[in-house]
């Protein structure tokens, strides 16, 4: 009969355990959160926005997986509406206050520069709230 993995620490799955070993005893990194930012680039016309945002979420967070996808959303007169946008996907551990500071000011930089009047993020919860300027810290 085989032998049943090793777990450590409170797993879901055996994949989960795998992983957790694997990570251990190759050195790697196991990340406790994963935050994903979703940004349109307003047909291309923002893109420098975006790649500010990217950049400034690497230097607070080490590393992001970027990727294209679209979004899309019904107006109000009912029609749908879709646009590009890049997804920035960062691991993390607990952040600490500082830190949620900045990426919460260059993610309202980022809006205030590319127009946007909603911004989308997930971190466990899917968060979809209407850009203030008056939140912007200047």
Known sequence: MAEEPEFFGPTRDALEAWLDRVTRKTGGECYTDVIKFYLPTCHGKCRDAVNEFITKINKIFGGSTNYEAT???IDEEGELLCEPVVVVESGHH?????????VGRALLTYAKKAGQRWLSVRQGKFYLFPYKPELIEE
């Open 71 to 73: 979004g899309c959303w």
């Open 94 to 102: 607990c952040t600490k206050p500082h830190e949620a500071e900045e």
